[in-house]
């Protein structure tokens, strides 16, 4: 059974102060890593996929990277208005390989 | 270009109630889910969908049911309703990497 686990629950960071989420996998055979960002009250939103262990994504602030273990987004500088809740999910070539399995997702608050 | 469009966006249920979460989305996906998500739990896969005709179960199927007889739509069908069903519930589409979710539909038993 796929498991992702993501680490800390919760994190708060002040204004300008980089700092890295994780989400740690077991798959009996990655298809995909994704990271999403989730605001209160509406639906994820879609930011990175990654496929093999060494590749790196950017987007404005953002970098994920993964490994044959795990995902690190990397936040440089953040801003208040990177506070959302962080989402990991893998999907496995094993099985019903269309699913998507979940973690529980890190809460980011950047103070100001 | 709409998306995933969930209807309604709120709803409170009595308990043995019955109720269809409505979802359709606009672009041409195979592959459609249904998620709920409950506080510090993260998504917790209900149903989901290979294309019109193909259905099967997630990790939490009890108590719901699904249909899926276009590609557009995947309605979940709340048959009685429990306490337990108290939730936010998250549709997503998708054809070969990024999923899109819907605004979602916050649901209360009592």
């Known amino acids: 059974e796929d498991q992702v686990t993501q680490s800390p629950e919760a994190l708060r960071l002040q204004e300008g102060e980089s700092s890295s989420l994780n989400c740690s996998y077991t798959v009996s055979g990655l298809r995909g890593l994704f990271w999403y960002r989730q605001d209160p009250g509406k639906g994820p939103e879609f930011l990175f996929t990654l496929y093999s262990a060494g590749e790196e994504k950017e987007k404005e602030r953002l970098k994920a990277t993964l490994t044959k273990k795990e995902s690190f987004l990397h936040i440089t500088a953040p801003k208040p208005e990177d506070s959302a809740t962080y989402l990991c999910a893998v999907q496995s070539w094993s099985g019903a390989n269309s699913k998507l399995t979940f973690g529980k997702g890190i809460t980011l608050s950047v103070r100001p | ?110």
């Open chain 2, 1 to 110: 270009n709409a998306g995933v469009t969930q209807t309604p966006k709120f709803r409170i249920l009595k308990i043995g109630q019955s109720m269809t979460l409505q979802c359709t989305q606009d672009m041409n996906h195979n592959y459609m889910y249904w998620y709920r998500q409950d506080p510090g739990m993260g998504l917790k896969l209900i149903y989901y969908s290979v294309g019109a005709g193909i259905t099967d179960k997630g990790e939490v199927p009890n108590g719901y049911n699904v249909s899926r007889s276009t590609t557009e739509d995947f309605p979940l069908r709340l048959e009685l309703a429990a306490p337990s069903q108290t939730s936010v519930y998250f549709c997503a589409s998708r054809m070969n990497t990024e999923a899109f979710f819907g605004q979602g539909t916050r649901l209360t038993v009592v």
